[in-house]
């Protein structure tokens, strides 16, 4: 792996302004919640800083890596090509950022869908990814930051929920992960 500090100005030239600043404000966020929880604050902020690793590829190139990288592309990718950046992402950590641990692989790999039973490294940058400073206002937002502090399982299940709901209500189709990983947090 890669040191954090190459890393980080690796990942500036392949991001706009804009989403680099989001990184940062995941990386920040995943450590405070690293240090609360208990886990490895290394490994949260280096996935947080991944995690969006491949977000600003066009869709041509999203159909392209996912080629490449033999990443199979589902109905609901098909309409939706932006979902393929978490599965993209995981790959180029590993190829370019010379990532091996799995938690944080899985952290990139998962943070849009979410899934099934994860790693306390995958629902930090999960709940990072949706609470960090610079997200602009929603309603969700101030419930979601006040649950990510108080239950983690809680604030997984309330995030997957609000997803879901957004993405019915744009009329798209739900992954099947993201509907997998809402049962299982609804039952905890
Ligand atoms: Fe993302
Ligand atoms: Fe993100």
Known sequence: MLEFSVSERKLQSALSIQRYIHTMGVVKEAKKLAKHYNADVYKCSYAGLLHDCAKDYTD????????EYHIPVDDVMKENMDISHQFIGAEVAK???LVEDTEIINAI???????ADMYITEKIVFIADYIEEGRKKFDTLYEARKLAYENIDAAMKFILKSTIEYVKSRNRRLHPLSVEAYEYYKKL
């Open 60 to 67: 041509d190139m999203k159909i392209r890596f996912c080629r």
């Open 109 to 115: 790999k998962y943070h849009t869908t979410g899934r």
């Open 95 to 97: 190829r370019e950022y």
